[in-house]
């Protein structure tokens, strides 16, 4: 039986030794992908060599893999059990120490979120060979099937525009290496094809921080359905998991080197370990770090523009923002001064009424994610007296009513092509920078139509 072996255990090189920036390439696939084909391919070879010194806990036979994934949800389902009883026995939030933190998260791993299902685009020129069935109707689900309040990544950006989180341009180019990945083996299917199952049989597997994150964000007032979809689509039983099980054993080779296919599933399964991932986020949070760097980042263009009236211990505002490094001295002469009262309730601080409200005097000046990490690090210890926040709904998005004129155009492009071109139309649409556009959605929406009438639209 062939089996899915583990190498030798090497020395992994670090994220910051890697020749292609994850950055640069993860721009450059998403805005012009023909430039950028072979940087995609050397990216690939690169993190799989590095991928390949991680040890692997995919079982050798590969008939095992279903049971393998109903047992890692079983696993995932217990330790969620556990956490829910210590929460009711009082213990506190385990991730999210603040709403600070909980936005930190979202905007940390947004790089990933916003290429969501990106792996799977290669695939979808295959829709009408029955080995890819499921891979596809993966992909389709990951786009909402062309429904804008069901496409992953229309509902995450609209996540980030419902709390002001859209300022990723700051994140290392460690946050880029998943979706530089994602994007890579999007335009790299051909030649990357087992890699690509192996990488969507990690990926689509439930962990045990999605089911956390789901309740700690609900009780900090955050939405957290577009996590909540993906509990439910990617379920071991008819969903996304157990697709990604059949998608390795219906293109196991019956006419090759059976061994060899599934070593490279085993690769690409453990790409999925590479970057900065969600629990990196999570665990990197440090409250008073981040405000002080926010602070740093602001005062390289307001250095010069404050008046020279108030002095803070004998300096400007001016004078504290020229030199780098200050911020942290800066807080402590506000709150030596007494504009800073830490552990109260921020409306106490003067500092706070500067910046909060729309008569503020500084309004503006900070975006709502900034504001949230100076509310929760004056606050500190105190907590509001009020009850659990509840999720804040994001605002509705656009209905297909909005599209009807572009629908018109669509369709009578599409009727002027050859049938056999449709689909290749729509899928050009469906790619991974655009199938959250008007346009991409209604291609989506077609494309998933004419899977069951190929004949026309």
Known sequence: MPTLKTPTRQTLPTPSSQRINPRTLYHGLLQSPSEHLGAARDYLQENLRRA????????????????????????????????????????????????????????????????????????????QDWRFHGLVRTYLEELGDGEPTQNHVALYKQLLYTYDLNDTDNLSPDHYIQGALQLALAHQARDFLPELIGYNLGYEQLPLHLL????????????????????????????????????VLNNLPTNGDTDAFLQRVRAGYLLN?????????????????????MLEHKAVVAR??????????????????????????????????????????????????????NRAPMFGVFSGYELQLLHDWIAGEWAAPTS????????????????????????????????????AALIELMGPATHYTPAGLLATRLFTRGMGHPSGF
């Open 388 to 423: 659990p926040r509840r999720p804040q709904p994001a605002p509705p998005m656009a209905t297909t009513d909005d599209f009807a004129e572009e629908q018109s155009l669509l369709r009578q492009q599409l009727n002027a092509l050859p049938a056999e071109e449709q689909m």
């Open 304 to 357: 010069n523009i404050h008046s020279d009236r108030c002095r803070i211990e004998g300096r400007t505002v001016n004078e504290w923002l020229a030199t780098p490094g200050q911020m942290g001295a800066m807080l402590a002469a506000l709150e030596k001064r007494g504009w800073i009262r830490r552990h109260t309730d921020p409306e106490e601080s003067r500092f706070w009424q500067l910046v909060h409200g």
């Open 212 to 247: 956390i994150s789901i309740r700690e964000l609900s009780e900090l007032g955050i939405d957290p359905y577009y996590f909540q979809l993906h509990v439910t689509i990617d379920n071991a039983d008819t969903g996304h998991a157990q697709k990604a099980v059949d998608a």
């Open 273 to 293: 370990e590479l970057g900065t991932s969600s629990m990196d986020v999570i665990e990197g949070f440090r409250l008073e770090h981040e405000v002080q760097s």
């Open 52 to 127: 390949a010194a991680l040890p692997c806990d995919l079982p050798e036979d590969p008939s095992q893999l279903s049971q393998w994934v109903h047992d890692s949800s079983g696993k995932v389902a217990d330790a969620y059990n556990a956490y829910l009883a210590a929460r009711k026995q009082g213990q506190p939030r385990r991730f999210f120490t603040n709403r600070a933190h909980a936005l930190y998260f979202l905007r940390g791993v947004a790089p990933t979120k916003l290429v969501d299902g990106a792996w799977l685009y290669g695939i979808v020129s295959q829709w």
